[in-house]
C-alpha cells in the first residue's frame, strides 16, 4: 500500500471525447501544448510534478529570502554534502540550469561527450555549445524482452573507442538511464568508466537525478550494495564522481531546484563565477530561501525505503499490466516509467511517421492521459520508439493507474484506427517541445466510439 495518508486532495479534470479532441487540435496534435486542466492523468514527466510532504510544506515557512549568506542556504548546503558526500554546493533553479553551466566551463567547440546515454537537455547544451554528444548505451539496452539487471549501464569497449578517437573533454553518466528505460547503472560499470575517465584525463559526471531508486534497484542484483542503506549505497556511488549534478526535480522531491556539487577547488570555483552571471548568487543560485528548504527535507525522504518501494511496484504494476495484454514494454521495468515500444506495437506505422507521437495522441483521445514520445522526433537515431509513461512520485493511485491500464486495453483493441503523424513545423533544438505535427491519412475523431468518459 501507499506508505503515505492523502492530506490534500485536488480535483482532476474530466474532459469529456469532444473536449480533449479539440484541445489536441489546437495543441498541434503535440502533447506538450495541452493545458493540464484538459488531461486527466498526467504521466508526461516525473520532474517536478511530485506532491510534496507535511514536513516539506512545513519547511517553506521557514525559507530566509536574505540576498546573500541565508539561513536556508546553509541548510541546504548540510543536507547535499551529506546526500553527496561532496564539499562544494551550488545550488541553480533546475537541471538543465548546471548542464549550462558545465557546457560552458568544461567544453569548447569541437570537444566531445561521452555517456552511457545523454537525455534530451543535456544533449541540447553539449550542441549548443559546438561539441559532440557521444552515447555508449549497453548491448543489452536494445533487447527489449532481456532480463539484464543493469541495462542502464555503458557499453565500456565503445566509450574506449570513442576516447582513442580523441577530443573527449566530460564522460557523463545517467542514473538511472532514463533514454533506456529508467534502468539503473551497476556500481561497477561507474567504477570502469571512472578508471577509463582517468586514464584518458576526462572528468566524470554523475547525472544523480534518479539516483535513490538507481540503489534501489540496483541493490537487488549486486551482493556489494546489499548490506547498504539507500544513503550509503548513494555516495558509494557519487564518491566516483568528479562532478555531480542533479535535477532535484525528481529524487530531491520538490517542484523545482537543483545543484552541482564537486571536491574540486578549481570546478567549484569555476561554476561559482559563471552561476553569479546567470543563476545568482552563490547562496541562491536562482532560488527562493523556500525552495532551498524543501529540497533539504526532500533528500531526506527520498531514502526512506518504504518511499522507493512503493515507487518502484507502482512502475512495475503497470509495465505487468500491459505486457499482459501483449503490449511491448521494455524489460525489467525500470524505477520512474513504464516505456512502451510503440513501433512494434503499431507495426502498420513506419517508423518515418512517428508512431510514438502517434500513441501520445491516441492515450490522449481514447482516455486523457499524457504520455511523451521518446523516439525520432525527440533523439532522431534512437534505435527504439518509447512511450513513456513517467510516473509523479506520491501522487497518483492505483486505481489511476488501473484507468491508464484500460485506456491501454482499449487502444490496443482499436489500435489499426490510428496511422501515422506529419512534421509541420520544428526547431533545431529540443524539437519535441514545440514541434508542430499533423495526422497522415487518418482522421482523429475514428476514435470517438471507443473513448472513454468518466461516469459511464
Given at each position: 500500500?501507499?506508505?503515505?495518508?492523502?492530506?490534500?486532495?485536488?480535483?482532476?479534470?474530466?474532459?469529456?471525447?469532444?473536449?480533449?479532441?479539440?484541445?489536441?487540435?489546437?495543441?498541434?496534435?503535440?502533447?506538450?501544448?495541452?493545458?493540464?486542466?484538459?488531461?486527466?492523468?498526467?504521466?508526461?514527466?516525473?520532474?517536478?510534478?511530485?506532491?510534496?510532504?507535511?514536513?516539506?510544506?512545513?519547511?517553506?515557512?521557514?525559507?530566509?529570502?536574505?540576498?546573500?549568506?541565508?539561513?536556508?542556504?546553509?541548510?541546504?548546503?548540510?543536507?547535499?554534502?551529506?546526500?553527496?558526500?561532496?564539499?562544494?554546493?551550488?545550488?541553480?533553479?533546475?537541471?538543465?540550469?548546471?548542464?549550462?553551466?558545465?557546457?560552458?566551463?568544461?567544453?569548447?567547440?569541437?570537444?566531445?561527450?561521452?555517456?552511457?546515454?545523454?537525455?534530451?537537455?543535456?544533449?541540447?547544451?553539449?550542441?549548443?555549445?559546438?561539441?559532440?554528444?557521444?552515447?555508449?548505451?549497453?548491448?543489452?539496452?536494445?533487447?527489449?524482452?532481456?532480463?539484464?539487471?543493469?541495462?542502464?549501464?555503458?557499453?565500456?569497449?565503445?566509450?574506449?573507442?570513442?576516447?582513442?578517437?580523441?577530443?573527449?573533454?566530460?564522460?557523463?553518466?545517467?542514473?538511472?538511464?532514463?533514454?533506456?528505460?529508467?534502468?539503473?547503472?551497476?556500481?561497477?560499470?561507474?567504477?570502469?568508466?571512472?578508471?577509463?575517465?582517468?586514464?584518458?584525463?576526462?572528468?566524470?559526471?554523475?547525472?544523480?537525478?534518479?539516483?535513490?531508486?538507481?540503489?534501489?534497484?540496483?541493490r537487488r542484483h549486486d551482493p556489494e550494495l546489499q548490506d547498504l542503506s539507500i544513503a550509503e549505497?548513494?555516495?558509494?556511488?557519487?564518491?566516483?564522481?568528479?562532478?555531480?549534478?542533479?535535477?532535484?526535480?525528481?529524487?530531491?522531491?520538490?517542484?523545482?531546484?537543483?545543484?552541482?556539487?564537486?571536491?574540486?577547488?578549481?570546478?567549484?570555483?569555476?561554476?561559482?563565477?559563471?552561476?553569479?552571471?546567470?543563476?545568482?548568487?552563490?547562496?541562491?543560485?536562482?532560488?527562493?530561501?523556500?525552495?532551498?528548504?524543501?529540497?533539504?527535507?526532500?533528500?531526506?525522504?527520498?531514502?526512506?525505503?518504504?518511499?522507493?518501494?512503493?515507487?518502484?511496484?507502482?512502475?512495475?504494476?503497470?509495465?505487468?499490466?500491459?505486457?499482459?495484454?501483449?503490449?511491448?514494454?521494455?524489460?525489467?521495468?525500470?524505477?520512474?516509467?513504464?516505456?512502451?515500444?510503440?513501433?512494434?506495437?503499431?507495426?502498420?506505422?513506419?517508423?518515418?511517421?512517428?508512431?510514438?507521437?502517434?500513441?501520445?495522441?491516441?492515450?490522449?483521445?481514447?482516455?486523457?492521459?499524457?504520455?511523451?514520445?521518446?523516439?525520432?522526433?525527440?533523439?532522431?537515431?534512437?534505435?527504439?520508439?518509447?512511450?513513456?509513461?513517467?510516473?509523479?512520485?506520491?501522487?497518483?493511485?492505483?486505481?489511476?493507474?488501473?484507468?491508464?491500464?484500460?485506456?491501454?486495453?482499449?487502444?490496443?483493441?482499436?489500435?489499426?484506427?490510428?496511422?501515422?503523424?506529419?512534421?509541420v513545423h520544428a526547431p533545431r533544438l529540443l524539437r519535441h517541445f514545440r514541434a508542430h505535427l499533423?495526422?497522415?491519412?487518418?482522421?482523429?475523431?475514428?476514435?470517438?466510439?471507443?473513448?472513454?468518459?468518466?461516469?459511464?
Open positions: 500500500m501507499e506508505p503515505y495518508r492523502i492530506k490534500v486532495v485536488q480535483a482532476l479534470p474530466t474532459p469529456p471525447f469532444g473536449e480533449r479532441l479539440e484541445a489536441i487540435r489546437r495543441a498541434h496534435f503535440n502533447v506538450f501544448f495541452l493545458p493540464a486542466s484538459r488531461v486527466m492523468v498526467d504521466l508526461l514527466t516525473d520532474s517536478g510534478t511530485g506532491a510534496m510532504s507535511d514536513r516539506q510544506w512545513s519547511a517553506l515557512m521557514r525559507g530566509d529570502e536574505s540576498y546573500a549568506g541565508a539561513e536556508s542556504f546553509f541548510r541546504f548546503e548540510a543536507a547535499v554534502q551529506k546526500f553527496t558526500g561532496k564539499r562544494h554546493v551550488i545550488p541553480v533553479h533546475q537541471g538543465r540550469a548546471a548542464e549550462k553551466i558545465l557546457a560552458f566551463t568544461l567544453l569548447k567547440p569541437g570537444d566531445r561527450v561521452v555517456s552511457n546515454t545523454l537525455f534530451d537537455t543535456t544533449r541540447a547544451n553539449v550542441v549548443f555549445r559546438g561539441a559532440e554528444a557521444v552515447d555508449c548505451p549497453h548491448p543489452e539496452s536494445r533487447n527489449l524482452a532481456s532480463t539484464y539487471p543493469f541495462k542502464g549501464d555503458a557499453d565500456l569497449d565503445a566509450m574506449e573507442r570513442a576516447f582513442r578517437e580523441g577530443k573527449v573533454r566530460m564522460v557523463v553518466m545517467t542514473l538511472t538511464n532514463n533514454t533506456a528505460g529508467g534502468q539503473p547503472v551497476s556500481l561497477q560499470n561507474l567504477r570502469a568508466v571512472r578508471e577509463l575517465a582517468d586514464r584518458y584525463g576526462a572528468p566524470l559526471v554523475v547525472d544523480a537525478a534518479r539516483i535513490a531508486e538507481n540503489v534501489f534497484l540496483a549505497g548513494i555516495r558509494a556511488y557519487l564518491a566516483l564522481a568528479d562532478v555531480v549534478t542533479m535535477s532535484a526535480k525528481k529524487d530531491g522531491l520538490v517542484n523545482i531546484g537543483g545543484f552541482l556539487a564537486t571536491d574540486r577547488e578549481d570546478l567549484a570555483e569555476a561554476f561559482q563565477n559563471f552561476l553569479v552571471v546567470f543563476e545568482g548568487f552563490p547562496t541562491y543560485g536562482g532560488l527562493a530561501g523556500r525552495d532551498l528548504e524543501a529540497l533539504a527535507v526532500g533528500l531526506e525522504e527520498v531514502v526512506d525505503e518504504r518511499y522507493l518501494a512503493h515507487r518502484v511496484e507502482q512502475v512495475a504494476w503497470l509495465a505487468g499490466a500491459l505486457r499482459e495484454m501483449g503490449i511491448p514494454v521494455l524489460w525489467p521495468p525500470g524505477g520512474h516509467a513504464v516505456f512502451v515500444e510503440a513501433a512494434t506495437w503499431m507495426a502498420h506505422i513506419p517508423r518515418e511517421v512517428f508512431p510514438g507521437v502517434a500513441v501520445t495522441v491516441g492515450l490522449y483521445l481514447v482516455g486523457g492521459v499524457r504520455a511523451v514520445e521518446v523516439g525520432r522526433l525527440m533523439f532522431e537515431d534512437l534505435p527504439y520508439e518509447w512511450v513513456r509513461l513517467a510516473i509523479p512520485r506520491r501522487t497518483y493511485t492505483r486505481s489511476h493507474l488501473a484507468w491508464v491500464a484500460r485506456t491501454f486495453e482499449v487502444l490496443h483493441t482499436a489500435r489499426e484506427r490510428i496511422r501515422g503523424m506529419e512534421l499533423a495526422p497522415r491519412d487518418w482522421n482523429p475523431e475514428a476514435l470517438a466510439d471507443i473513448a472513454l468518459e468518466v461516469g459511464e
